[in-house]
């Protein structure tokens, strides 16, 4: 995947669970964050993913996603990764034709839940669920990079 659009939701309710196709549990490290770029760490379910971002405010933004070595994750993880990780549990779920991505965090960012959907295309309509509340897509503070300096239980 070179380009990624998503859209990112606050959420207000609990109505989603009962939806829930499957959960992960997903430690996240940043190895890098600058002007242009994030790269990231993430393992979950027993796989391990390398993810280069682009820096870009908005909704449409350069995603590149490769896997890797499990055991290689977590040495980087722990040898190089800024602290502290990204701990949440994310659910998927199914509203209408999409699938949502829930992320329950944990840790310093204990009670912010954040739903995300990925698009095809900028305009692609899609059903809004009711446990879906204010859209924070641009809103620099719920990017999980910015979570780490700045967690959510210290705003």
């Known amino acids: 995947m070179a380009t990624e659009i998503e ?5 207000k309710n609990e109505l989603w669970r009962s939806q829930v196709v499957s959960e992960t549990r997903i430690k996240q490290g940043y190895l890098s964050n600058n002007a242009n770029a994030s790269v990231r760490i993430r393992v979950g379910n027993g796989r391990a993913h390398l993810n280069i971002k682009s820096a870009t405010i908005g909704i449409r933004r ?3 996603e490769y896997e890797i070595p499990v055991e290689d994750a977590e040495m980087m993880l722990e040898g190089i990764a800024e602290k502290p990780f990204i701990d949440k549990t994310r659910y998927l779920v199914r509203w209408g034709d999409h699938t949502w991505e829930l992320d329950v965090f944990g840790g310093d960012n204990q009670g912010l839940v954040v739903a995300e959907l ?3 295309a900028e305009d692609e309509s899609f059903l809004v669920p009711e ?3 204010d859209e924070v897509s641009d809103d620099v503070r719920y990017y999980n990079v910015n979570l780490i300096k700045h967690p959510y239980t210290q705003w």
């Open 7 to 11: 859209r990112k939701f606050l959420v």
């Open 62 to 64: 350069l995603e590149f």
């Open 118 to 120: 990925e698009l095809v």
């Open 131 to 133: 446990w879906a509340g």
